[in-house]
Each structure stands twice: as structure tokens, then as C-alpha cells.
């Protein structure tokens, strides 16, 4: 077993979450209680919450009804994993492997990323044969062993290291409603412009170098230029006055997004150089990096200078980076702001602090 932490772990429901089939048993026959039956369960569920509020990301892969088990999320008077604690959900007949990639899909993220847990042993099986970059723990027999089991998984940090983390969870769920809504406009603008979308830009805010630390190691979608930098190594660029630490936190009528853009800009007399400019996959498509360069080059010009430039480092994750990239600078990676300048959207507002 890997010690890599882990980003998601998918659940079944039937002799996973409860006992019983709630398909063949009903809502009233399901075991989940505080009666020896059913006691595994709900301590099962107690420390998903609080895996939950950590910042890992909860999921559903059930063979069910979606009626029948939704009714038991929503209303089940011992039912402590509810609806919003969900970020995504599969209830179907559907292959449970395939479910899977689907969830890793909408989630955006990597299968290796994930921990499924299901009572059956022949489901726990075929996802091993067919996913195996997902890890398939074994479920004891007795429920009451559950919650012991999970808590001795090395794949999961003990405390959330940002709010961001914290919030991971929230943060998904409120990305559904989103998509949901979405359906309902007949342009991507005009829901974008409807979304309240508003951007607060800190110019080395010291309060967030943990979360900065974090996204230099953890993000590689869309990043100019990897280099993990150390708290250390990011409170020193602050500290350095040709420096400028750019992070953006997001929000809208839906929710805060948390801090999701970063980006390390050595400041020169007549050039501007980003050296790292990186955000997280869950803001794009929403023009979050245009708001947040867009306001870098007006800085720069505000400042005397008339050019920026980017370091770039292509991988096999960040060809969202390089796409906007190409949009912006060109293969020259490099941008004349007199002649060409960069715009924040207009569906956006932007605050820049210190103001």
C-alpha cells in the first residue's frame, strides 16, 4: 500500500454506510442505530465526517435505486453522511469501475487519487483488476471494525494543513450547483456574468504562505513553470523587494472558492517576469487567470514597466497552462502591455489588497 495521501474516497451504501439492502429492506428494516446492529455504521459515518472536515472529498458508487437511497441520506433520523457532504454521486446498476472514472471525471481528479470501500468482495475485485491505481482496501466482516480499519489507512493526512483543505469538501458540492445552474443559460458568458464572480488579489499576504507552499507543490494542470517552493522559500521571496506574491481568493453567489491563483512576479525596471503563474482546476473556465494577469500587467504599467514575460516548463499535466499562454503571449512568452494589453473580464470584480 502506498503512503501517498489520498484525495477521495468513494462509498458504497448498502453494507457500507448501513446495514441491510435498503432496496429489498426498506428505509425502517436498514440497520443504523445505536443498537449493536447498527452502532459499526453510524461510528463508520462519524469518522467520514470528520475525514469530511479535513478537507477529503466524499463520494457514492452504489448499485441502487436513487430514490430508495436518497431517501435514507435525506431522512433517515440516524443518517449523519447527508446530501451536502457528497461531492458527487453515482446510484445506478451501472459497472461499478466505470462509475468510478466518472466520478474521477466530474471530480477532475487522477484515479490514484482515490480509495473505494465496498463491502462486496468480488465488486473490491473487479475494481482492482480494472482500476488498479485505485486503492481497494479490505472491509472487515464485522461493521463494528469499520471506523478502526479506516483510521489505520495511511493514506490520509490528520489534520487539514489550510482552510483550503478544510473546505475541500463544501467546495465540490457547491461546483454541482453550479453545473446544475449552468444548464439554464443559453451562453457560457451570460452565466458567467450572472455567477456575482468577484476576485481578491493579496500582494504578499503573509497569511497565506502555507496555502501558497501548497499549490507550488501540489498543482500541475495549470502551472507556467513548476517549482514547489517551502513556506521558507515563499516567505523569502516576500521579504525580497523585487518581488510581488500575487494570490487570489474567488467568490460567487454560489460560495467562496478559497485561494485557487498564485503567481511569483520578479519585478524590473522595464520588465515584469512571472515566474511561476498557477491556479487551481476547479476556477478554470471561468476566466479567473485572465482577472489575475490582467491585474499583474496593469500593476507593472502603473509601475514604468512595458513588458511581461513568463517562464514556462512544459509537462504532461499543463497543457491548460500552455493554452493560455498562447492566447496571451504567444510562443515568445513574452507581451508588449503598450500595444497588447491583457484585460480582466467584465464579468469579474476586482479588489487588489493592499488597496
Avoid at 192 to 214: F, M, T
Wanted: aromatic share 8%.
Amino acid at each position: 500500500m502506498s503512503a501517498t495521501y489520498k484525495k477521495c474516497i468513494i462509498l458504497d451504501l448498502d453494507n457500507t454506510l448501513w446495514g441491510g439492502v435498503v432496496g429489498e429492506d426498506g428505509m425502517d428494516g436498514i440497520k443504523l442505530s445505536m443498537d449493536e446492529a447498527g452502532a459499526g455504521f453510524i461510528a463508520f459515518q462519524q469518522a467520514l465526517l470528520d475525514m469530511y472536515h479535513r478537507g477529503i472529498l466524499l463520494a457514492v458508487n452504489s448499485h441502487n435505486n436513487p430514490d430508495d437511497a436518497l431517501a435514507v441520506i435525506r431522512s433517515h433520523p440516524n443518517m449523519i453522511l447527508k446530501e451536502q457532504h457528497f461531492a458527487a454521486m453515482r446510484m445506478n446498476w451501472d459497472d461499478k469501475a466505470a462509475n468510478i472514472r466518472s466520478l474521477a471525471e466530474e471530480l477532475n481528479i487522477g484515479l490514484d487519487a482515490m480509495v473505494f470501500f465496498d463491502d462486496n468482495p468480488l465488486q473490491r475485485e473487479s475494481v482492482r483488476s480494472f482500476l488498479p491505481e485505485v486503492e481497494v482496501p479490505e472491509l472487515p466482516l464485522d461493521p463494528r471494525a469499520y471506523t478502526e480499519m479506516l483510521h489505520a489507512l495511511p493514506y490520509f493526512p490528520k489534520e487539514a494543513v489550510t482552510n483550503e483543505d478544510a473546505m475541500r469538501g463544501n467546495l465540490y458540492v457547491t461546483e454541482r450547483l453550479r453545473r446544475e445552474a449552468e444548464k439554464r443559460y443559453q451562453s457560457n458568458e451570460e452565466f458567467l456574468s450572472d455567477l456575482s464572480l468577484k476576485a481578491d488579489i493579496y500582494i504578499n499576504d503573509a497569511s497565506a504562505v502555507e496555502r501558497i507552499a501548497q499549490l507550488t507543490d501540489k498543482t500541475n494542470q495549470f502551472n507556467t513553470h513548476k517549482v514547489p517552493l517551502s513556506v521558507d522559500e515563499v516567505r523569502s521571496r516576500m521579504s525580497d523587494e523585487h518581488y510581488e506574491i500575487y494570490s487570489m481568493r474567488v467568490t460567487d453567489r454560489f460560495g467562496d472558492y478559497g485561494i485557487i491563483g498564485v503567481a511569483i512576479v520578479e519585478k524590473g525596471p522595464e520588465v515584469w517576469h512571472v515566474e511561476q503563474l498557477l491556479m487551481s482546476c476547479r476556477i478554470l473556465g471561468r476566466g479567473a487567470e485572465f482577472a489575475l494577469v490582467g491585474t499583474i500587467a496593469a500593476r507593472a504599467l502603473e509601475a514604468g514597466a512595458t513588458t511581461l514575460t513568463f517562464a514556462y516548463a512544459p509537462t504532461e499535466k499543463n497543457i491548460p497552462a500552455k493554452t493560455f499562454l498562447d492566447a496571451v503571449v504567444g510562443d515568445s512568452f513574452r507581451v508588449d502591455l503598450t500595444t497588447r494589453p491583457i484585460l480582466v473580464p467584465s464579468w469579474f470584480t476586482v479588489t487588489t489588497y493592499p488597496l
